[in-house]
């Protein structure tokens, strides 16, 4: 008796083939391939196992699909291709929480296989902000996994102690947060915050703001690209606040408050602004993004008014609308005289 079940199970472990991890790198909430192939024949049985927890996430017997609660809907199996040995299991959606080791589990008529595949996942970086707040400029980046790492320079070598502490925060999904401020007074450089974790990076780069005087009929306030503009995109704000502008390649919107203002954008991004009063003095902000990069550029917009124009136009309109008036009550006066005498 004991003989026996030594037996069966040295013929088991002989007959499951069982091969070092594979590693499959995915992208936070997109579809995954967890791949496994077999060997095809008759009778097939596959179950696919988190490892953790030794949860079963997804099985195949009997010629039907059979899916776990613990991964609510998002696992499914390539039907049409299992009859050709092709287990791979399909999985949407993928969270921080799917990390980790998976076994695939084949059994048909002739033999039982296995094979470990360790799923990483990453939520790369894709945004860095640099916000301005009196004199201390923040950086911030967030929905990042792994843990990210945040680093600050200046445009010049001079030894600037940068105050380069960070604070990260992780959300209920497990993705970072990461911020860091600097006193950026009495300096003239320009400031970049990179934020980068082992797969990927950005960066962004916070010029110190310089000022123009611009006329109120027509302004150009500059934001220099030396770029294509092909995958660039724009966006010009108000006062730290309000969007002006946002562009994506040649999609641009223009936010219904500027629509009278804005005249166009130019190639390197330049916006031009028209018919301006003093609610349109302050600072512009252009973010200036390409794939790798955020340039921020600000620049105050001091608007200078040309009263006498604008008191002689009111003028002319004026004397024109008396003029009218007096040529249509002169007119009224004949025809009411001509009706009298007639
Ligand atoms: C299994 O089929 C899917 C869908 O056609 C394919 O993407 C995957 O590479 C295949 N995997 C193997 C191991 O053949
Ligand atoms: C930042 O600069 C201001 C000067 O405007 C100074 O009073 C303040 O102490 C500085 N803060 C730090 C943390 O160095
Ligand atoms: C803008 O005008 C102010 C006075 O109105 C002047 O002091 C300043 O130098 C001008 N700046 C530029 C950049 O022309
Ligand atoms: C940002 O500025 C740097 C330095 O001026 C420049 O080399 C880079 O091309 C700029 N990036 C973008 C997206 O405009
Ligand atoms: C700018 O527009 C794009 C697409 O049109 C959108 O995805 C993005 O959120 C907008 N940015 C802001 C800051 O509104
Ligand atoms: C914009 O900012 C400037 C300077 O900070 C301020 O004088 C102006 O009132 C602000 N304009 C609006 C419309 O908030």
């Known amino acids: 008796m004991m003989k026996c079940v030594v037996f069966v199970v040295v013929l088991t472990f002989l007959q499951s083939r069982t091969r070092g991890d594979a590693e499959v790198s995915c992208v936070f909430m997109e579809s995954c391939i967890l791949p496994c192939s077999f060997e095809a024949d008759e009778y097939l049985v596959i179950h696919w196992y988190q490892v953790k927890g030794n949860i079963r996430v997804h099985s195949y017997y009997e010629e039907k699909d059979h899916q776990s609660d613990s991964f609510s809907g998002r696992t499914s199996l390539f039907n ?4 050709r040995g092709n287990a791979s299991l399909r999985l949407k959606v993928v969270k921080v929480q799917d990390q980790g080791r998976y076994k695939c589990y084949t059994r048909t008529w002739t033999g039982a296989e296995a094979s470990f595949i360790h799923l990483k996942i990453d939520a790369p970086v894709r945004k860095v902000d640099i916000q301005q707040v009196e004199n201390r400029i923040t950086c911030s980046s967030k929905g990042i996994y792994p843990k990210p790492e945040l680093t600050w320079s200046t445009s010049s070598q001079s030894s600037v102690t940068l105050q380069n502490k960070a604070t990260v925060q992780q959300t209920e999904q497990q993705l970072y947060s990461i911020s860091s401020s600097l006193n950026v007074s009495g300096t003239d450089l320009d400031y970049s915050c990179t934020v980068s974790t ?3 990076k950005r960066r962004a780069t916070w010029s110190q703001p310089t000022s123009i005087n611009g006329s109120a009929t027509e302004t150009t306030i500059p934001c220099t690209s030396s770029n294509t503009p092909t ?6 704000r108000f006062n730290h606040s309000h969007i002006i502008l946002n562009q994506t390649g040649t999609d641009s919107t223009v936010s219904e408050e500027w629509r009278q203002q804005v005249k166009s954008v130019s190639e390197s991004g330049s916006l031009m602004l028209k018919d ?3 609610d349109q003095e302050g600072m512009y902000t252009c973010e200036l993004s390409d794939a790798e ?3 921020i550029t600000n620049t105050f917009l001091r608007i200078q008014r040309s009263p006498e124009k604008t008191r002689g136009a009111t003028f002319t309109v004026t004397v024109l609308i008396c003029d009218i008036w007096f ?5 009224i006066y004949t025809q009411w005289v001509q009706l009298l005498t007639a």
């Open 276 to 278: 301006l009063s003093s």
């Open 327 to 331: 040529m249509t009550r002169q007119r």
């Open 80 to 83: 049409d291709q299992i009859s």
């Open 198 to 200: 082992p797969t990927n």
């Open 293 to 295: 990069e955020t340039n």
């Open 231 to 236: 995958g660039l995109s724009w966006i010009w």
